[in-house]
């Protein structure tokens, strides 16, 4: 038999890179297998055509998220808050005054949501629209709530379970804005530093498709080659890890807790400007759509770098948008950023869209969510896994699931079941 190492990391998002260098720090012997040409998962980056980087997945962090504060600190990183200063701006409009108390009824119908008890039995069955329907919401602070979260899950209400959205908004304890920061040199390059640590342990272009178990060890095919270890650690979302063959197959609760996912669906896009227009009207840039839902838009400008807004658009509105042909699609944008802020959104000197949806090695973005009402255990059940092998994402952390965060909480978590069952073993020999 070949070398066997100590556990190997199947993807090279953040939580699979933080599991990676966690078990390197105490001493295992690690391989990373991704199956991209590149790391960072989720969190990516592209050149625009002056030369600046921009992240193109995952970007936004504030300081109540310690575990990815602490890393941009660490390897220096540069924060950058953004500009937020003056009016944000509701579509269709109102006035100041009704554009603050629509912004707070959805604010506290999202309050009463994380006031639930996710095991509460009454919940059972009810998706969020129907929760939504029962709530005595005026039209528009139920069509503001909607977009919101249409806008943060990227699935629409009627199809998310209301215990779901319960269990998981109760972990996003952020009390600042999460769009408190972004790195100046990009989330993304925060993926290429643990990567570099990593060294030659990792491979990247070596897709996974088969885990078999044996006797002594996992045998992992990827890439036209056999990799050995006496661990796993599967760090991809739910619904790309149900696309991987196990032999002999997981146990069946943990397939069906697997296959009890679905991707979101969200295009992130940048628009650059020769200025910050929207500020001679006192506008912040914000904008925040309650129809079309699930459309969201802020400013990304850098100091001495240009004025830019980044617009995201989640849940049906990207699987709406995604049929356009790109001109038609800019357009669409455009269109919608001028009704908010005027008529110099037309003059963008730069659009640049990344379509998430049906990504092959995501799926989609932000975040898988559990589609099947009845999947209750099905987080617990996969973070339990299987030992040897074990899961690890962003969607199953203990806390800030579905953001970067997360993904290094649940990397890390994952590095602690790896580290509890060899000793466990280690005990037995
Ligand atoms: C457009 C967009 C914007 C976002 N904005 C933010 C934000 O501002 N702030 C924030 O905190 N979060 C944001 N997120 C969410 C955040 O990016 C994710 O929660 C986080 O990056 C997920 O990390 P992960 O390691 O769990 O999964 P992933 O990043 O998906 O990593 C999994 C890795 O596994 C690889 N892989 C998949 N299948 C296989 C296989 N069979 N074999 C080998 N490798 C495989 C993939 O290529 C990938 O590299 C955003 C996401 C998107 C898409």
Same mark, same amino acid.
């Given at each position: 038999?070949?070398?066997?190492?100590?556990?190997?990391?199947?993807?090279?998002?953040?939580?699979?890179?933080?599991?990676?260098?966690?078990?390197?720090?105490?001493?295992?012997?690690?391989?990373?297998?991704?199956?991209?040409?590149?790391?960072?998962?989720?969190?990516?980056?592209?050149?625009?055509?002056?030369?600046?980087?921009?992240?193109?997945?995952?970007?936004?962090?504030?300081?109540?998220?310690?575990?990815?504060?602490?890393?941009?600190?660490?390897?220096?990183?540069?924060?950058?808050?953004?500009?937020?200063?003056?009016?944000?701006?509701?579509?269709?409009?109102?006035?100041?005054?009704?554009?603050?108390?629509?912004?707070?009824?959805?604010?506290?119908?999202?309050?009463?949501?994380?006031?639930?008890?996710?095991?509460?039995?009454?919940?059972?069955?009810?998706?969020?629209?129907?929760?939504?329907?029962?709530?005595?919401?005026?039209?528009?602070?139920?069509?503001?709530?909607?977009?919101?979260?249409?806008?943060?899950?990227?699935?629409?209400?009627?199809?998310?379970?209301?215990?779901?959205?319960?269990?998981?908004?109760?972990?996003?304890?952020?009390?600042?804005?999460?769009?408190?920061?972004?790195? !100046?040199?990009?989330?993304?390059?925060?993926? /290429?530093? @643990? %990567?570099?640590? +990593? #060294? &030659?342990?990792?491979?990247? =272009? $070596?897709?996974?498709?088969?885990?078999?178990?044996?006797?002594?060890?996992?045998?992992?095919?990827?890439?036209?080659?056999?990799?050995?270890?006496?661990?796993?650690?599967?760090?991809?979302?739910?619904?790309?890890?149900?696309?991987?063959?196990?032999?002999?197959?997981?146990?069946?609760?943990?397939?069906?807790?697997?296959?009890?996912?679905?991707?979101?669906?969200?295009?992130?896009?940048?628009?650059?400007?020769?200025?910050?227009?929207?500020?001679?009207?006192?506008?912040?840039?914000?904008?925040?759509?309650?129809?079309?839902?699930?459309?969201?838009?802020?400013?990304?400008?850098?100091?001495?770098?240009?004025?830019?807004?980044?617009?995201?658009?989640?849940?049906?509105?990207?699987?709406?948008?995604?049929?356009?042909?790109? !001109?038609?699609?800019?357009?669409?944008?455009? /269109?919608? @950023? %001028?009704?908010? +802020? #005027? &008529?110099?959104?037309?003059? =963008? $000197?730069?659009?640049?869209?990344?379509?998430?949806?049906?990504?092959?090695?995501?799926?989609?973005?932000?975040?898988?969510?559990?589609?099947?009402?009845?999947?209750?255990?099905?987080?617990?059940?996969?973070?339990?896994?299987?030992?040897?092998?074990?899961?690890?994402?962003?969607?199953?952390?203990?806390?800030?699931?579905?953001?970067?965060?997360?993904?290094?909480?649940?990397?890390?978590?994952?590095?602690?079941?790896?580290?509890?069952?060899?000793?466990?073993?280690?005990?037995?020999?």
């Amino acid at each position: 038999m070949g070398h066997v190492h100590d556990a190997i990391v199947v993807g090279a998002g953040f939580a699979g890179l933080s599991a990676a260098v966690d078990l390197v720090e105490r001493g295992y012997d690690v391989g990373v297998l991704e199956a991209r040409p590149r790391v960072g998962g989720r969190v990516e980056s592209m050149v625009l055509e002056d030369g600046m980087r921009i992240d193109s997945g995952g970007q936004f962090l504030c300081a109540d998220m310690p575990n990815v504060m602490a890393l941009a600190r660490h390897y220096g990183k540069t924060l950058v808050r953004p500009h937020m200063e003056g009016n944000f701006i509701l579509q269709p409009p109102a006035d100041e005054a009704e554009s603050w108390r629509i912004y707070r009824e959805s604010a506290n119908l999202r309050e009463r949501i994380k006031g639930l008890d996710p095991g509460d039995p009454s919940l059972a069955g009810l998706s969020v629209a129907d929760w939504l329907a029962g709530q005595n919401a005026s039209d528009d602070g139920a069509r503001a709530f909607r977009s919101m979260i249409e806008g943060l899950w990227c699935r629409p209400i009627g199809e998310v379970p209301l215990w779901y959205l319960v269990s998981n908004d109760r972990r996003i304890t952020n009390t600042r804005s999460e769009l408190e920061y972004f790195l !100046g040199e990009t989330m993304h390059s925060l993926a /290429g530093d @643990l %990567a570099r640590d +990593l #060294g &030659p342990r990792l491979c990247t =272009a $070596t897709p996974v498709d088969r885990i078999l178990t044996t006797n002594d060890a996992v045998e992992i095919r990827a890439g036209g080659g056999t990799f050995r270890a006496r661990q796993v650690i599967v760090a991809v979302p739910p619904v790309m890890a149900s696309r991987i063959v196990f032999e002999p197959g997981l146990p069946h609760a943990l397939a069906s807790a697997l296959n009890a996912w679905k991707s979101g669906t969200v295009i992130k896009a940048l628009l650059r400007y020769p200025r910050r227009f929207w500020r001679d009207d006192g506008l912040s840039g914000m904008v925040m759509w309650r129809d079309p839902a699930g459309l969201f838009a802020c400013d990304v400008s850098r100091d001495g770098r240009g004025a830019a807004l980044v617009v995201f658009a989640g849940g049906q509105l990207a699987v709406e948008w995604r049929q356009m042909a790109r !001109g038609v699609l800019q357009d669409a944008i455009v /269109g919608k @950023l %001028a009704a908010a +802020l #005027g &008529p110099d959104a037309r003059d =963008a $000197t730069e659009i640049s869209l990344r379509d998430w949806t049906d990504d092959p090695w995501s799926g989609g973005g932000y975040s898988d969510t559990i589609a099947d009402a009845s999947a209750t255990s099905a987080e617990e059940i996969i973070r339990a896994g299987r030992a040897p092998i074990h899961f690890a994402c962003s969607e199953l952390s203990s806390s800030f699931p579905g953001y970067v965060e997360g993904a290094i909480v649940a990397g890390r978590e994952a590095a602690h079941r790896v580290e509890a069952n060899a000793r466990a073993r280690h005990a037995r020999a």
